[in-house]
């Protein structure tokens, strides 16, 4: 049972670059989160679903797009990288909105 | 707006002494409540979570917060810290009219051996 897993792990891009950031669960959660996390600044939401084919904007959703067209993962996109999107990302997922949230390793995205 | 405040950034603590860390929220009604640890290098992991009940909730490692509803209150306790313990640890509320889970911005704990 491996939870919840991220790719990649790391990742630097140019100014202007796309890339998509993979999370994909095991736990059949219907419910799942992406997050960037900055120094002091706790942990954001960018995306969420509530199951699979819907997406919803959270706190933070400019520059982000996002896919949930298998119940399992959940893509992030960045179709033009700026370095204001210079940060750690996790994944989360949950079996319900109000309950327990299962977080992945990150992934720590660079752009320069 | 609804927030989430956890009033120390920064603590640092010797070895055995105990340990306090504050969480505070803005919004009434019913909420759910949770402390997630994050060790250096990794995920967050839950720590302890309150839904309903017993507003003392004892979690893993020894952790353990108390719920004070009329002071919006879910504060973190152990009594005795480890060196292992040190980490940022990150309190979080559902509730109110978000329907989303609010994060403190974190509170880093440093124990010194």
């Known amino acids: 049972n491996a939870g919840v897993t991220q790719t990649p792990k790391f990742r630097v891009l140019k100014t202007g670059q796309s890339m998509t950031l993979l999370c994909a669960q095991d736990?059949?959660?219907?419910?799942m989160y992406w997050y960037r996390q900055d120094p002091g600044m706790g942990l954001r939401l960018i995306h969420y679903?509530?199951?699979?084919?819907?997406?919803a904007k959270g706190e933070v959703p400019d520059g982000y797009n996002v896919s949930r067209l298998k119940k399992q993962n959940f893509l992030l996109g960045l179709e033009s990288a700026a370095p204001s999107q210079t940060s750690v990302y996790f994944c989360?997922?949950?079996?319900?909105?109000?309950?327990?949230?299962?977080f992945g390793p990150g992934t720590r995205l660079t752009v320069l | 707006a609804q927030s989430v405040s956890q009033h120390n950034h920064h603590v640092i603590l010797s070895e055995a002494a105990s340990l306090e860390l504050g969480c505070n929220y803005s919004y009434g009604g019913t909420v759910n409540l949770f402390w997630y640890v994050q060790y250096p290098g990794q995920h967050l992991q839950l720590l302890l979570k309150?839904?309903?009940?017993?507003?003392l909730v004892k979690g893993i490692k020894g952790f353990e917060a108390e719920f004070i509803k009329s002071k919006f209150s879910f504060n973190l306790r152990k009594p005795s810290v480890q060196w292992s313990d040190t980490a940022e640890y990150f309190c979080?509320?559902?509730?109110?009219?978000?329907?989303?889970?609010?994060f403190g911005t974190g509170t880093l704990l440093a124990v010194q051996p």
């Open positions: 309150y839904f309903s009940g017993d507003p």
């Open positions: 989360a997922s949950s079996s319900g909105q109000r309950n327990e949230q299962f």
């Open positions: 736990m059949n959660h219907e419910y």
């Open positions: 679903s509530v199951g699979e084919g819907t997406t």
């Open positions: 979080a509320v559902w509730g109110g009219a978000t329907n989303k889970l609010i």
